[in-house]
Structures are given as C-alpha cells and as structure tokens.
C-alpha cells in the first residue's frame, strides 16, 4: 500500500497570507490527524477528522482549521499567517471502522515545511 | 501541550552497543507508542505497547511500560549508524487518536 502523502512539500509563504495543506491517507484509513512540529514547542496535536467530522481538537487559535473529505483525504488551512506558524506540519492516519479493523497506530506522512516571512 | 519528558535529550553511543531512552508521562494512559524521525523528516512507527501490558519486543527494540510510575523505556540493541534519529514517545487516553508526544531523544550512533 502506498503511505501518507503530503502535498506540498515546502512552501514560503508572507505573513498575513493562508495556506492549504494538503494529506491523502493510507488507502482504507478513515482517521486522519495533523500535528504541528517546531523546535520551541515540539509536536503538537492540531486535530483529528473522522468521517468527515472534527473528533478531537488541540489548543491553536481559530485560524487553524481542516476539514475532510468523503475519500478520507483531509486538509488544513491556516489564515492570518503569523513567523510562528512556521513549523513542519505532520499528517498521520490510523486504521479505525469495523470492517477493516482498528488500530490506534499512527503512520505519518512525510510533512510539509512552512516557511512564513 | 507535551505529556511529558524524555531522558536523555542527547545520546551518543558507538555502533554496536546498546542505547536506552526513557520517557515520563503524566497522565493515564491507553497506550503508549516510540515512533523515530530522521532529520525533520515524518515519523516513522516502531512500537506500540498498550497499558496492561509491561514489556513488548520487536526486533532489536525492547520496550517496557510501568503504569505505577507513568514511565516507559525504549531500548535498542546492537545499534547501527543507522539507527541515528530522534527518538519520540506518544500517548494516548481513552479511545482518542489525539497523540501526546514526549521532548524526544536525539540518538547519534557513531560508525
């Protein structure tokens, strides 16, 4: 099976500006969750979509948002952009429905590197 | 926020001997979980050990869990230069996907 892919992989982007990031995961992974990895603060959870329903949120401001979509591949968006938003932006998917069995392992995509002038 | 530490921040060792990491956490836990990052790269999933249970295997990993003392410990056997990455433990509660992550150890194994 093919990994998680993230799309793109690098973007600079000016304060002020939005930017979508982009997550397809594993084929017949249905839970899908972004996290946000800097050398300050470490990895952070974002939030988690399940079925096209947010399932759990972390603690980041409202410019952060995602959403996914019915082919479970989910994106985030993040508005206003600010310099501490620059940071690795990490997608993983887990295995989770009663068809195809659950898994509470995550398998993380490559990441997208924000760069926020 | 991170659930906990890890310890220690930095370790180097020469190829071949063993390496352990720790982990601290704060919370109950469902499970824990040791994923690897190389170089900023994404993380890659090496073991999962779930709360009633108190030392799994895989390979040359070994991991040991102790709810009493809400730690954990990853252990490397025979290291290999390629083993060099940073090393992280994650937990989760409940039935949450949502993972915590520790500070993580930067491992270097010299060839």
Redesign the interface.
């Known amino acids: 099976k093919a990994g998680v892919t993230q799309t793109p992989r690098y973007l600079i982007k000016t304060r002020g500006q939005q930017v979508t990031l982009s997550c397809s995961p594993i084929s017949g992974h249905r839970s899908v969750s972004w996290y946000q990895q800097t050398p300050g603060q470490g990895l952070q959870f974002l939030f988690e979509y399940f079925s096209e329903t947010q399932r759990n949120k972390g603690n980041f401001p409202g410019r952060f948002s995602g959403r996914q979509f019915s082919n479970s591949r989910s994106e985030m968006n993040v508005s206003t952009l600010e310099l501490g938003d620059s940071a690795l932006y990490l997608c993983a998917s887990s295995l989770e429905g009663s068809a195809g069995g659950s898994s509470y392992e995550q398998y993380f995509g490559p990441g997208t590197r924000l760069t926020v002038t | ?2 659930q906990g530490e890890e310890d220690p921040q930095a370790l180097s060792i020469q190829e071949g001997e063993n390496a352990t990491m720790n982990c601290s956490y704060k919370t109950s836990i ?2 824990l ?1 040791w ?1 690897r990052q190389n170089s ?6 090496l073991i ?1 050990i779930r709360s009633n249970e108190r030392e799994k295997h895989s390979g040359r990993l070994r991991v040991t869990l102790d709810t009493s003392k809400k730690s954990s410990s990853l252990l490397i056997t025979a290291s290999r230069a390629a083993d060099t990455a940073s090393y ?1 433990c ?1 937990t ?1 509660s409940g039935s ?9 150890t930067q491992l270097t194994v010299l060839p």
């Open positions: 926020s991170q469902n499970n979980q994923y900023g790269r994404g993380l890659v999933h999962l992280f994650a989760s949450a996907r949502q993972l915590t992550f520790g500070s993580g």
